[in-house]
């Protein structure tokens, strides 16, 4: 959980998320984001899109400090998109995983 990861290291602007990562959206297959980090603040852009939420677009945004942030959802052909809310949780500093309430959640790895 993010806050046992606090404890181990309070200082969390320290860890650098920006880069390019691999998620895993059911029902579809692997789809790379970008990472813009900007302090204690992530926005995470596909560069890879499907057909509810297209490539340059913004998956979901968050705290790190918190772990609270919103994710991107929308309709078939990106109709209707918004922003529900949703966690982001540490698992390590090469995984995360980013829940959106009642819509399901997708764990990342560092691309290398």
Same mark, same amino acid.
């Given at each position: ?5 606090? =404890? ?23 789809? #790379? #984001?970008?990472? #813009? ?5 992530? $926005? ?10 297209? &490539?340059?677009? #913004? ?10 942030? !919103?994710?991107?959802? &929308? $309709?078939? =052909? ?12 540490? @698992?390590? $500093?090469?995984?995360?995983?980013? /829940?959106?309430?009642?819509?399901? $959640? @997708? !764990?990342? /790895? /560092?691309? =290398?």
């Amino acid at each position: 959980m993010l806050s046992d990861v606090l =404890e181990i290291q309070p200082d969390i602007p320290a860890l650098d998320l920006s880069g390019e990562w691999l998620g895993f959206y059911t029902g579809h297959f692997d789809e #790379v #984001v970008r990472i #813009v980090q900007s302090g204690e603040y992530v $926005e995470a852009i596909k560069v890879t899109g499907d057909e509810y939420v297209p &490539a340059e677009e #913004v998956t979901f945004r968050a705290n790190l400090r918190t772990g609270r942030g !919103e994710g991107q959802i &929308a $309709e078939r =052909e990106y109709r209707n998109p918004l922003f529900a809310p949703g966690t982001l949780t540490l @698992v390590d $500093e090469d995984r995360f995983v980013f /829940r959106w309430e009642n819509c399901g $959640e @997708v !764990e990342f /790895r /560092r691309d =290398e």
